[in-house]
């Protein structure tokens, strides 16, 4: 099974990048997941342009997403959303919306702040944002409160890597599931 790991945050080595890695090391064997790196290219969204005449990073983006079987988020909260270019990236993703590469694809978020609620607020508005675009969305906050204490050890606390695991592992059954529906 193949999932898309995509960090809201364009800082090399942010937070949720690390509970991105902390997420990977929870993956069921026969499991991959690969974090998509390009969302600082995909330039701001036209809706003037159509579908067919994306730029190449956005056509990057919606290739990666396709060829995922589920994709989990790792989001940041920014003024009590979501980061700008991760929303930017949806965007571009959700067009041609009836057809689009997020279409009832299985999807899970997680999220890291500096502060005690842990993006509780960014995830929910990048659940709603996943689930008007059609993504099958797992409907659970996954939050990591004081992301400065809680990867200063290198690692998650054993409370925090098991809300991370159950998140992981929902996201995995959620994408099995959707095979078996396709294949009957």
């Known amino acids: 099974m193949k999932l898309l790991g995509i960090v809201g945050s364009l800082r090399a080595g942010s937070y949720n990048a690390q509970l991105m890695t902390a997420a990977a090391g929870t993956l069921p064997a026969g499991v991959e997941l690969g974090v998509y790196d390009g969302l600082r290219a995909i330039p701001p969204f036209d809706e003037q342009r159509d579908a067919t005449s994306a730029p190449p990073a956005a056509e990057a983006f919606k290739r990666a997403i396709a060829e995922a079987e589920g994709i989990l988020f790792a989001t940041p909260e920014y003024n009590g959303s979501i980061p700008g270019q991760l929303k930017n990236a949806l965007d571009w993703a959700s067009v041609p919306f009836e057809h689009n590469v997020l279409r009832n694809k299985p999807a ?19 659940r709603k944002v996943l689930g008007l675009i059609g993504a099958r969305v797992l409907d659970r906050d996954t939050p990591v409160p004081l992301a400065e204490m809680s990867f200063a050890s290198g690692a998650l606390d054993s ?20 095979a078996r529906a396709l294949t009957a």
């Open 159 to 178: 409370e925090l890597l098991e809300a991370v695991t159950a998140t992981v592992i929902d996201l995995v059954a959620m994408v099995n599931e959707r």
């Open 108 to 126: 899970a978020v997680l999220g890291t702040s500096t502060g005690m609620f842990g993006a509780v607020w960014a995830q929910a508005d990048l």
